[in-house]
């Protein structure tokens, strides 16, 4: 199960539904799943749903057939989203209690919300999470990390994780740098300019009459022009005024 607007790699049901239109993605009640490329046909193990909408999750997840739920702990690649209070902790009860894995997508928002991703942010704990982009400072590294009971799968589990640059010197080399870099001092000064900016973005854009909204996080935030509020999903970003 993958969320609207969100952009996963899942064996064969890859990049469904990334930036769907309005008219192709359906009704939030039951959203369609649309390919995001050329090659897709079918994903019968995959559903899509609206993010932020606990109540419609918790329908789908009580059907009794989902094995996990991948989603952006905040919504960042699309606009700049937090999760609604209780959102996320209801997810994480949810998929305990229907025995779905749940697997946090910690590409963008790693590092950015703060030194130790979502989990941290939110005090929420997923069964697994994954990193990419800023874990190594741009060189090309990913990780996924999580239980230690999910992750021996990898050892003597017969799960296959093979690849060309899997444990790549450099790209290691790089993320150990970056992580070594990474002090909290650096990230209370880049917080603090980075409130700065956003709360100045605000101040300009209302000094000069226009209608927008600024969400986001101290590292990491979004400009939404003509909207009334702030954006929830996917959908309330789709009314965006992209052309301003
Ligand atoms: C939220 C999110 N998840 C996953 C990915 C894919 O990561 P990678 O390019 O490391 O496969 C991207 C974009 O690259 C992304 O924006």
Redesign the pocket.
Known sequence: MKFEG????WFDNILWSTAPGENAAGPAEAPVKVAGSVGQETAPDLDVLGWNDLERLEARLARGDIAAVIM?PAMC?QGAIAPTPGYLEGVAEACRRHKALLIF?D??TGFRLGREGAQKWFCVTPDLS?F??AIANGFPF?AIVGRANLLDMFVTGGVLHGGTFNGQPVAMAAMVATQNALTPELYQGWSQRGLRLRDGLRNILRDAGLKAQVTGFELMFHVGFGLDAPARNYRDLLRCDKAL
């Open positions: 969100h952009y996963h790699g952006e690649n997508d590409v963008i994954i990419a982009k990913a």
